[in-house]
């Protein structure tokens, strides 16, 4: 039996459960297992085009644009930040 599915988890396992694997101790031959189970996952993902992930952030980014102090900066008064005194050089 290969090591490799004793210590490789199946998709239901959740992700903090993962067993650390040391890549240099798998043969060959668990290292392309692996990689073919990791592609038959990600050829489940559902793809988006670049233009629409791009338009949908750029809403998200507009629609808290007043909210947000990086965009809108923070006032004197609730900067934490602002340094107390001046810098004294003898």
Same mark, same amino acid.
């Given at each position: 039996?290969?090591s490799? %599915? ?5 998709? %239901?396992?959740? *992700? %903090? /459960?993962?067993?650390? $694997?040391?890549?240099?101790?798998l043969?060959? @031959?668990? /290292? *392309? ?6 592609? /038959? &996952?990600?050829? @489940?993902?559902?793809?988006? &085009?670049?233009? /629409? ?5 750029k809403?998200? $980014? ?9 965009? @809108?900066? $923070? %006032?004197?008064? =609730?900067?934490?930040? =602002?340094? @107390? ?6």
């Amino acid at each position: 039996m290969s090591s490799l %599915s004793q210590t490789v988890p199946t998709p %239901s396992v959740q *992700a %903090s /459960k993962m067993p650390v $694997i040391n890549m240099d101790e798998l043969t060959d @031959k668990d /290292k *392309a297992v692996m990689e073919v189970t990791q592609l /038959k &996952l990600e050829v @489940k993902l559902e793809r988006w &085009l670049t233009s /629409k992930c791009c338009e949908e952030v750029k809403d998200y $980014i507009q629609a808290g644009e007043e909210e947000d102090t990086l965009v @809108k900066g $923070i %006032s004197e008064d =609730k900067n934490p930040f =602002k340094e @107390k005194g001046g810098c004294v050089v003898c």
